[in-house]
């Protein structure tokens, strides 16, 4: 009786070559999320406010007083 690499089961007979498909599969769609999830979130430190945005929001909101926005404005700039 001859054994050829597909009788063995060493080869890609069978239904083996349809779980690799579906394993290639997933690592390209994981490779897509990994780039989608990079873009957004990466984008997201660019949109951080400058220190003094963040002052002049403060100010105008009542949390601090002219004389502190005046001064931590020194600091800043």
Known sequence: MQYGMM????????????????????VLIGIVLLIKYLWEHGGAKAEHESALEILKKRYANGEISKEEFEEKKKDIV
Do not use: T
């Not at 060493?10 to 779980?19: A, K, P, R």
């Open 7 to 26: 009788d063995s089961g060493y080869g890609m007979g069978g239904g083996w070559w349809i779980l690799m498909f579906i394993f290639w599969i997933l």
